[in-house]
């Protein structure tokens, strides 16, 4: 499929199946639920427009367009996780991090062994879930750094 359809098959799950169905998320977003089943459509050529689409993934907790879009321009979308701790934590987070990194390497072992699509899915989590957790260090070890310089 090109990008267009798959954005409008993304666009007709966050409307239609989320936490919320399509006539509370009219409510929600101001406008009629047939104006948001029409810009949903697959087979409708109307847009979606951008507003309305953010608007409506946090409402959805649903941001897989944002993924489609983000991959057709060669980008990884990832959510930061949220990395407060105290000291005694930061223990755990090394080692947490260690076993997410094996993971993903054996799992890219078991899909060099036998690529198939089950070993691919497989794969593809754990290296999302290792590209999550490095974010979330990132993002940890700049805070630290920053408050450590501040100290001196």
């Known amino acids: 499929m090109d990008f267009a359809s798959d ?3 993304q666009h007709h799950a966050l409307i239609h199946g989320g ?5 509370q998320l009219a409510d929600a977003v101001g406008r009629s639920h047939s104006y948001l089943c029409r ?7 109307v847009p979606f427009p951008s507003d309305l689409e953010d608007m409506i993934m946090d409402l959805q907790k649903n941001y897989e367009p944002l993924h489609l879009k983000a991959a057709r321009h060669g980008f990884v979308l990832v959510k930061i ?26 799992d890219l072992s ?8 089950k070993q691919l899915k497989k794969l593809l989590e754990s290296l999302n879930l290792i ?20 100290i001196f």
């Open 81 to 106: 996780p949220n990395t407060k701790m105290s000291k005694g934590d930061e223990n755990e987070l090394v080692t947490d991090y260690h076993n997410a990194a094996a993971k993903a390497f054996n």
């Open 19 to 23: 936490r919320l169905n399509v006539y």
């Open 131 to 150: 590209i999550g957790k490095s974010a979330g260090i990132s993002k940890w070890a700049k805070k630290k750094a920053s408050k450590q310089l501040e």
């Open 110 to 117: 078991d899909f060099v062994k036998e690529p198939d699509q």
């Open 7 to 9: 954005l409008k098959i």
């Open 39 to 45: 810009i949903s459509s697959p087979t409708e050529d």
